[in-house]
């Protein structure tokens, strides 16, 4: 597990979740892709990025993709049997429900991961805005970012005098 600090924070999931994001780096042609799995407060960081020709031509949507997956994978190395995966590209979820078609290569191989995955975890998908100073949402683009070879290190978040829902945040 990472190390945990104090911060402000959405409305989480009461189990397993994962916030997850994607990025492109248009100089490489690489996607990228990062965000944490969150199991009782405890955080699994998820980075990772790619070149495949058939991803990197889906630019940022290629590490959403495999954010989400590798946020699956984590889950099943952990023996975890329900995720929601929060998410701020809406096609994380209809592609990998059937509510949109999969016309590319890399969308149907998501969605048939997604459908091999389901027997073993309850999988969940749940929007969050994007850039508008959603803590964690801003965290996994920092991380898709960072993997990716770029700087990246601010969290934009707004000020609020709301009480945290939660009193912790993955660092980096």
């Not at 096609?91 to 389901?118: L, V």
Request: include cysteine; charge should be neutral; glycine fraction near 10%.
């Amino acid at each position: 597990p990472q190390t945990l600090a104090a911060a402000a924070t959405p409305d989480v999931p009461s189990g397993p979740y994962a916030f997850v994001d994607g990025s492109f780096n248009e100089n490489n042609g690489m996607y990228g892709y990062g965000g944490f799995l969150d199991v009782h407060g405890h955080r699994y960081p998820i980075t990772g990025a790619g070149s495949e020709p058939e991803l990197s031509a889906m630019r940022n949507v290629a590490g959403e993709i495999k954010g989400s997956m590798a946020a699956v994978l984590k889950a099943e190395e952990l023996g975890i049997r329900e995720l929601t995966i929060l998410y701020d590209y809406r096609g994380i979820e209809e592609w990998a429900t059937g509510n949109w078609k999969t016309n590319k290569a890399g969308t149907q191989k998501y969605k048939a991961f997604i459908d091999s995955a389901r027997p073993y975890i309850n999988i969940g998908f749940e929007k969050v805005k994007a850039h508008t100073g959603d803590t964690f949402n801003e965290r996994a683009d920092i991380l898709a970012k960072n993997a990716l070879g770029l700087v990246a290190t601010e969290v934009k978040t707004p000020v609020t005098k709301e009480k945290p829902k939660l009193h912790h945040l993955l660092c980096v």
